[in-house]
C-alpha cells in the first residue's frame, strides 16, 4: 500500500491541484538625476512635489553649498519617465537633466548577489 494513500495530508499538494495566479510583469523602476543651480534645497523640493504631485515617489535630495547647486535622485516606474521629463522641463528650465538608469529589481539584486 502507497504511503500517499495511507496520510494524504503530509504530503505537498500536486502541481495540477494547484491554481496558478495570473503572471503580473513586473514593474520597472528607473533613476533620474536632476541637478538644479542653487542654495534652496527645500525650494527645490517643493517644486519638485507641486510639478510631479502623486508621480513623486522615491527621491533622494543632496545639496552641494560649494558648487551651489541640489541634485535629487527621483525613483519612479519606466512608464511613467516621459511624463516626468516633460513636467520637468516646463517647470524647472534651469535643471540639469541626467540620464536614466534601470534600478535592479529585488529578484535580480538577490541573484546577482548569490552568484
Known amino acids: ?42 525650494a527645490v523640493r517643493r517644486q519638485l512635489h507641486a510639478l510631479l504631485g502623486d508621480t513623486l515617489g522615491l527621491y533622494i535630495v543632496r545639496h552641494d553649498a560649494r558648487r551651489k547647486t541640489v541634485t535629487v535622485d527621483l525613483e519612479l516606474p519606466h512608464a511613467d519617465a516621459d511624463a516626468v521629463i516633460g513636467a520637468l522641463l516646463r517647470g524647472l528650465p534651469c535643471a540639469t537633466l541626467g540620464r536614466i538608469t534601470p534600478l535592479c529589481t529585488a529578484h535580480k539584486c538577490a541573484h546577482t548577489l548569490l552568484h
Open 1 to 42: 500500500m502507497l504511503l500517499s494513500s495511507l496520510i494524504p495530508q503530509l504530503l505537498p499538494p500536486s502541481p495540477v491541484a494547484v491554481p496558478r495566479a495570473a503572471a503580473q510583469p513586473a514593474r520597472q523602476y528607473v533613476c533620474l538625476r536632476v541637478m538644479v543651480p542653487g542654495d534652496a534645497p527645500h
